[in-house]
């Protein structure tokens, strides 16, 4: 295990829960490492902006949450769409986790990765026919049904497969989460689930339902949520909901509690109280004794990331000064799509000065910005940069906009790295284009 000692100027380590920056007792002499692997190094290996996962702390978090849980246990059904590396998927595999999964591309993924069919959910709005075909063929275990077309759907095409699938109603309880409305699901206003009467409607004509065995509940209001009230609020409303059915002669299998734990993107942010949010599970599902699914994905994987990146040039400006990186708004999109946060962190052998930048990328856009007038250790070009936080919905969310490669991913662990995805190529970035001499008439 490292030392948990961090510079000064860190101000916080950049994998929770494994350590991975030492100082030694001399200020001026500072050791930077990532589970044991010398960052200068593997950019110099690997090349920037790249994203460096820390196997040891998705390890972590799993085990952290399963321990929290472990009065209630439960079924983890990792979210893919934070993370779907599939480096990432065959170490959730390894550790018994499930998947949850919102596209065919996933659970591809997700099954080539060794997670079983068994462990997989199915959510989404708009779940396609034949989406839904290949999840019944492939054997998932649930699907979260989110509106009374998709029912009808899933009963039709099941029918047509000789098969019986098992689904959970996706209740909306119109509770505000309390986050970004970018990403708020549980409120009346949002496309996610049906109210509590349509739900209740569901279950008392699923008679008719020959080849769809509705068993199940399930809630998801929003994601990066630090306060336990909403989710107290919603799972309760869920937990009542349940007690009805039951009490009218439904039999409830399953209650899906959703995901949406908040994670730390700076150093002042509070983590979600987990011991609050497993108390408001055990007192709104008590006497429930069927199987609890958890959908974490941002939870497992935000803290485990970080993106690597340069410094390109140092540029000032009549009114600001723009410390501008090679990794640009295309790599990572969640600040210039929800104004998030992310610390950054120059990575310097020894301290600098202060100094207040706009940390800006390469991008023709102005919203290609990583943060405004951010205090950090002053930079030069060529110094290497650290943007935490960034294992969730980064890589994930990426794009070629500007025609920029996709950036390659890193696994690191216990002084080793992997590659686990390289840098994309130009040819590979335009591998589906072609002339357009192939006519033909529709």
């Known amino acids: 295990m490292f030392s948990p000692l961090a510079p000064r100027w860190m101000g916080r380590l950049l994998f929770p829960g494994m350590p991975i920056m030492i100082a030694s007792s001399d200020s001026h002499a500072v050791e930077t490492v990532f589970d044991g692997v010398d960052p200068h190094a593997l950019a110099q290996a690997v090349g920037t902006p790249c994203y460096v996962y820390s196997a040891a702390t998705i390890r972590h978090r799993i085990a952290s949450l399963a321990t929290a849980l472990r009065s209630r246990p439960a079924t983890l059904c990792y979210a893919v769409k934070a993370n779907p590396s599939f480096a990432v998927l065959q170490l959730m595999a390894a550790e018994g986790v499930g998947a949850d999964i919102v596209s065919e591309g996933e659970m591809w993924r997700a099954l080539r990765a060794g997670i079983p069919a068994g462990r997989i959910v199915f959510s989404g709005v708009g779940k396609q026919d034949r989406e839904i075909l290949a999840a019944l063929d492939a054997g998932i275990s649930r699907f979260n049904v989110e509106s009374a077309d998709e029912l009808a759907s899933l009963q039709r095409l099941a029918s047509e497969r000789g098969r019986v699938a098992h689904a959970a109603v996706r ?87 959703g995901g949406g734990l908040g994670v730390r993107y700076r150093a002042s942010d509070r983590a979600v109280d987990m011991a609050g949010y497993v108390s408001a599970i055990r007192e709104a599902l008590t006497g429930f004794d069927g199987a609890l699914l958890l959908e974490p994905g941002r939870y497992l994987v935000a803290e485990a990331g ?13 009114e600001r000064q723009f410390l501008v990186l090679d990794a640009a708004m295309n790599d990572l999109a969640r600040p210039s799509l929800y104004d998030a946060w992310h610390d950054i962190v120059p990575l310097h052998e020894t301290p600098r000065s202060m100094q207040v930048y706009d940390v800006v990328g390469p991008v023709c856009e102005t919203g290609d910005t990583f943060a405004r007038e951010r205090e950090m250790e002053a930079c030069r070009p060529g110094d ?20 920029r490669p996709l950036a390659a991913e890193v696994m690191v662990e216990n002084g080793r790295y992997a590659v686990v995805r390289r840098r994309q190529t130009f040819d590979e970035m335009i591998a589906g284009e072609q002339p357009a001499n192939d006519w033909q008439i529709a």
């Open 384 to 403: 290497l940069v650290a943007i935490l936080g960034a294992g969730a919905y980064g890589a994930s969310m990426a794009s070629t906009y500007n025609s």
């Open 306 to 318: 970080v993106l690597l990146t340069r410094v390109l040039r140092v540029k000032q400006g009549d």
């Open 171 to 257: 209740v909306n309880p119109d509770v505000d989460a309390l986050t970004h409305a970018k990403i708020s699901t549980g409120k009346s206003e949002n496309k996610f689930g049906v109210s509590i009467d349509e739900a209740r409607r569901w279950f008392a004509g699923s008679g008719s339902l020959s080849h769809v065995r509705l068993d199940g509940l399930h809630v998801h209001i929003g994601s990066q949520i630090v306060d336990v009230a909403p989710f107290r609020l919603a799972i309760g409303r869920v937990g009542d909901l349940w007690r009805e059915l039951v009490a009218a002669g439904h039999a409830i299998r399953s209650i899906d509690v």
